[in-house]
């Protein structure tokens, strides 16, 4: 591995952790669903509250999929 791919893998990964960092500041303000969809199982008894968060993981995997599967392709070019 040369040096210019190195310096393209660690460009893209510092970008993911921005937007990463981003998102979780922002999320809450701009996506108040995410983590109560359908999907999602929450379960409450007395003191003590259990949160599946089942449709938004599938969705969110499905997003990191396809994003690392288009980082991928572009970094074997």
Do not use: E, Y
Not at 8 to 28: E, Y
Not at 36 to 57: K, M
């Amino acid at each position: 591995m040369d040096f210019q791919t190195i310096g393209k893998i660690l460009l893209l990964l510092g970008g993911f952790i921005a937007l990463v960092g981003a998102f979780l500041l922002l999320g809450g303000k701009f996506l108040p669903w995410l983590g109560h969809l359908p999907g999602d199982v929450s379960f409450r008894r007395g003191n003590v509250s259990v949160h599946f968060p089942i449709a938004t993981s599938i969705i969110l995997s499905i997003a990191l999929t396809v994003a690392l599967n288009l980082i991928i392709r572009w970094l074997s070019k």
